[in-house]
């Protein structure tokens, strides 16, 4: 593997656990809140936001695919079964979503 892309690896391995993290928290929050469903207005700009929160997550999830992570060189065994939670968090707030 060459140079570059082994270090473009290693910060995107870095990068990307606090990334899925704050993604997937921010949905989470923004998305247990009220839809304002008696306001269509309201309630579409609601659904828009979290499609674009979902699709950030989901850009973030190919972006692991891509690197080819969780990996061996990141700093610890806690630090790989926390990326592997992360992943499969994401997994599951994505499934079925098609953008």
């Known amino acids: 593997m060459p140079k570059i892309e082994a270090g473009m690896r290693k910060r995107i391995a870095e990068f990307l656990p606090k990334a899925l993290e704050t ?3 921010s949905y989470k929050t923004f998305s247990d809140k009220q839809s304002h469903e008696g306001d269509p207005v309201k309630f579409k700009a609601y659904h828009d936001a979290c499609k ?3 699709a950030h997550i989901e850009l973030l999830m ?3 695919k891509l690197a080819d992570l969780p ?3 990141l700093s610890s065994e806690i630090r ?3 990326l592997r939670s992360l ?3 994401a997994h ?3 499934k079925g979503f098609d953008g």
């Open 23 to 25: 993604a997937v928290a």
């Open 52 to 54: 674009v929160a979902l």
């Open 62 to 64: 190919k972006l692991v």
């Open 71 to 73: 990996e061996p060189h």
């Open 80 to 82: 790989q079964e926390e």
């Open 87 to 89: 992943i499969e968090a």
């Open 92 to 94: 599951g707030d994505t």
